[in-house]
């Protein structure tokens, strides 16, 4: 189902910069892209991987890197894109295990930042799920000091965590153990779902509106 359309355009990663910048080749030079996204992306941000930029308006910047080139498709890592799919599938009636479709963005829960509040009565996190091993998309691919408080804050409350996969060819989600040990017996607790939004030729659509789910 498609979502939205974007006008994006080619480009090739130079090299990270910091956690939020990117060098990237874009019509013909270098330049400075954002990145709305705090992982690390290892096998996506590369010297000389192909991506996708789009222009903004940015006080410093002029472009953000939304996808980059993952086997034979692009994996979309914008987390605004991921925020945007999510809210649009809401909407739009197309997740069958959201039965509210009233929110408010950026609720204060015991000190933490937490995306949505669902109708005064549940709390919801997005977590992107970007890296890929084998059929599944896996969150963190870091240690999250933050994610750890985040999900310990949502598990004393009615909450839910939508793990959000930009990657094409997947068929689950889970945790990655690997990355953080704690998260994933945190998941093991709480309440998770997933969806699977796939990014082509400037259009992004919903792919699986319930991505199985194994913590």
């Known amino acids: 189902m498609l979502l939205f359309k974007l006008d994006d355009m080619d480009c090739r990663i130079v090299r990270r910069v910091n956690r939020f910048v990117v060098e990237v080749e874009v019509e013909g030079r270098r330049e400075l892209a954002h990145l709305n996204n705090s992982g690390r992306l290892l096998e996506l941000i590369y010297e000389g991987n192909r991506g996708k930029c789009i222009r903004i308006r940015g006080r410093k ?16 890592i914008d987390t605004n894109l991921h925020a945007k799919a999510f809210e649009r599938s809401v909407e739009l009636n197309l997740i069958p295990w959201m039965e509210c479709e009233e929110f408010r963005r950026n609720v204060r829960v015991d000190g ?9 009565s549940m709390y919801v996190e997005l977590k992107s799920a970007t890296l890929k091993k084998g059929e599944y998309a896996m969150y963190p691919d870091c240690p999250s000091l933050r994610g750890r408080r985040q999900i310990k804050t949502l598990l004393k409350y009615n909450s839910l965590i939508v793990f959000v996969s930009g990657l094409e060819d997947v068929t689950a989600f889970k945790p990655n153990r690997d990355a953080d040990e704690v998260i994933a017996e945190l998941l093991a607790e709480s309440n998770c779902r997933a969806i699977q939004v796939a990014y082509r030729n400037g259009r992004i659509y919903l792919q699986n509106p319930d991505l199985r789910v194994e913590v």
């Not at 910047?61 to 979309?76: G, Q, T, W």
């Open 61 to 76: 910047l002029s472009y953000r890197l939304i996808s980059a080139e993952l086997d034979d498709s692009y994996a979309l």
């Open 112 to 120: 933490e930042i937490i995306d949505y509040l669902f109708c005064d």
